[in-house]
């Protein structure tokens, strides 16, 4: 039934991705092999990550919960290319992103960004922000980014607001607009570092459903690191829950809810049952990380 | 859903796609601030200061206020076309010397811009560059302009060189800090975004750095003016032959006060419509900056 709803989606909306893959998974397993990262900001080594270990499938939607400041950022960071890595792999669809000898990532669109606090250009209007890696990648010309960005932005439910600078629009609409300039970009893997942290919550509702129904439509495979653990179970197919600073992945959980999912699935038994079982593992981690009082690394 | 992806149906949205832009919108705004007490009291506001004005100087002559012509000797020598002590808005002279200013304020500040805005997106764009310019730039720039005037004497020949010389070194330093600090406040973010959309070093440069510096650019080049105004006129009146700082100091050696009075609010009037002209400039150019200002509600 799962596969049978996304495809009649697929086949009503036209969407560009559908083209290419058909709502099959074109790539995007990560392989997150016993990777650790050390820094030195002060002089004193402080372990970020250690040992972390994870296999994320093409297509899964995985979700990173864990404490505040236990590193989940620095291991987006090292997949996406901003760090540097002190030992492990990480591979994505078997090529090597860093491991031994390659500490840093090559930053790439195959693995596209969506920042905590938004990194749309303020300077450019969504359609222009939309359109820039296409063109700065040389793949269409500047008209052809445009139609497609403008297009995009359409089915996005952003039609009107192609022409308007992020400042003018929702934070809910950039946030919407920022998913949208990475999907141009026919990314394998979609890395989101708490993308919705700052909104209220039914700003949040509206923006899980529109992700969903993204997701439904590209099946890209999706990191999403979160501390909302409703989010996690609503959005995500797994859910790692890691331990607090150094981090290391603690317990993975299946999330059993069928696709396509609606908020109905938020009241089902099977719901509250993952909820109190993700609950249970993280809560020890975040009193242990609450007593250490550490403060986040960039 | 629905509601939120046609927000065409919503009346407030259709406002604000037909609001009025360019003059229509000044016009607007011209219009509503007469509805408001501002105006008015910017109108009172002159007038009181230009009546205590008077009043020291004409009205009750007080000891050594007694000597400095008051705003009806002024004004009369002033809109006169036979003037008292040689100087009018009648006389050749009087345009000549805004000319000369005016002139050299155009070349001062177009060099202290052309140099300065480049090499501060540099230094705050490449560490390499920073450090071989930084230490020398603060050094340089505590000396006051005053104590340049010899060298500049000794360096140029005439009386034109060593004024724009020593205008254009004082808003150099003006613009350069400004556009340094400019690029090094831009969010870390951009960089990590605009890396992760493919670009290429030049591409972050042109799309990244250049806008992102430039509410800093502008608002160092509006001080940056104000500086090579009065480092001109300090110039002006140690080295030169015209011009409203010579028009000002040669007054005052020949003792005739009113010209000099009529300097001074010359140069008033003439400094703040060069600043106008920068900061709309500026926002011509920034209009992304300026929307988000104004929902911002400034």
Redesign the interface.
Same mark, same amino acid.
Do not use: C, H, L
């Given at each position: 039934m799962n596969e049978f709803m996304s495809k009649t989606k697929v086949n009503g909306t036209a969407a560009p991705h559908a083209q290419i893959n058909n709502g099959a998974p074109m790539g995007g397993a990560l392989s997150i092999k016993h990777v650790s990262k050390i820094y030195d900001p002060e002089g004193v080594n402080v372990c970020a990550v250690d040992d972390c270990s994870m296999e994320i499938a093409a297509g899964e939607v995985c979700m990173i919960v864990g404490p505040s400041g236990c590193g989940k950022t620095t291991l987006l960071n090292a997949i996406?290319?901003?760090h540097s890595i002190t030992s492990g792999e990480i591979t994505l669809d078997g090529d090597l992103l860093c491991g031994p000898g390659k500490p840093k990532a090559a930053?790439?669109?195959d693995?596209? *960004?969506v920042?905590?606090?938004g990194?749309l250009?303020?300077?450019?209007?969504l359609v222009e922000n939309v359109a820039?890696?296409p063109i *700065?990648?040389r793949r269409m010309s500047k008209p052809e980014a445009l139609e497609k960005s403008y297009q995009m932005l359409a089915e996005?439910?952003l039609g009107?607001?192609g022409d308007k600078?992020?400042?003018?629009v929702s934070s809910g609409m950039a946030r919407r607009a920022e998913i949208v300039?990475a999907l141009i970009?026919e990314p394998k893997v979609l890395l989101l570092d708490e993308p919705y942290r700052a909104m209220d919550a039914l700003t949040k509702s509206?923006m899980h459903?529109?992700l969903l129904e993204t997701y439904d439509r590209t099946k890209v495979t999706i990191f999403f690191i979160t501390h909302d653990l409703e989010e996690a179970i609503f959005l995500g197919d797994k859910v790692h829950v890691v331990t607090t600073r150094p981090c290391s992945l603690k317990k993975t959980i299946d999330v059993t809810i069928p696709r396509p999912r609606t908020y109905e699935s938020l009241s089902s038994e099977n719901f509250r049952h993952l909820m109190a079982e993700v609950n249970e593992a993280v809560h020890e981690e975040a009193v242990k990380a609450f007593q250490a009082g550490e403060r986040e690394l960039a | 859903m629905t509601s939120v992806s046609s927000p065409e149906n919503s009346d407030p949205v259709k406002r604000q796609m037909t609001a009025p832009t360019g003059l229509a919108l000044l016009w607007y705004r011209f219009k509503t601030s007469f509805a408001t007490p501002r105006p008015y009291m910017m109108v009172g506001g002159i007038f009181l200061w230009l009546f205590v004005y008077w009043l020291l100087c004409e009205g009750l002559r007080l000891d050594r206020f007694d000597k400095i012509p008051g705003p009806l000797a002024v004004a009369k020598d002033m809109f006169s076309p036979t003037p008292f002590q040689g100087i009018s808005i009648f006389t050749g002279e009087y345009y000549n010397h805004i000319f000369v200013s005016c002139r050299r304020i155009l070349i001062a500040f177009t060099l202290a811009t052309g140099i300065g805005v480049p090499l501060g997106l540099f230094m705050g764009w490449s560490k390499k560059v920073r450090d071989y310019t930084f230490p020398i730039l603060e050094t340089l720039r505590p000396i006051p302009i005053l104590a340049w005037v010899p060298l500049a004497i000794l360096m140029f020949p005439g009386f034109e060189g060593p004024v724009i010389f020593l205008a254009t070194l004082a808003s150099l330093f003006v613009t350069t800090l400004n556009t340094m600090l400019g690029v090094q406040s831009i969010d870390e973010s951009y960089f990590r975004a605009a890396g992760c959309l493919g670009s290429s070093n030049w591409d972050i440069f042109k799309n990244v750095v250049v806008p992102g510096a430039l509410p800093y650019v502008f608002t160092g080049l509006q001080i940056s003016i104000g500086v090579a105004w009065f480092s001109l006129v300090a110039a002006e009146m140690v080295s030169g032959d015209h011009g409203l700082g010579y028009l000002i100091v040669d007054s005052y050696m020949n003792n005739v006060t009113v010209p000099m009075v009529i300097g001074m609010i010359t140069l008033g009037f003439v400094g703040w419509f060069t600043s106008v002209i920068v900061r709309m400039v500026g926002n011509w150019l920034m209009q992304w900056h300026v929307k988000a200002l104004a929902l911002q509600g400034r």
């Open positions: 996406a290319g901003f930053q790439g669109a693995r596209m *960004v920042f905590q606090n990194a250009f303020p300077w450019k209007t820039y890696g *700065v990648q996005a439910g009107d607001f600078y992020p400042g003018e300039r970009n509206i459903e529109s | -």
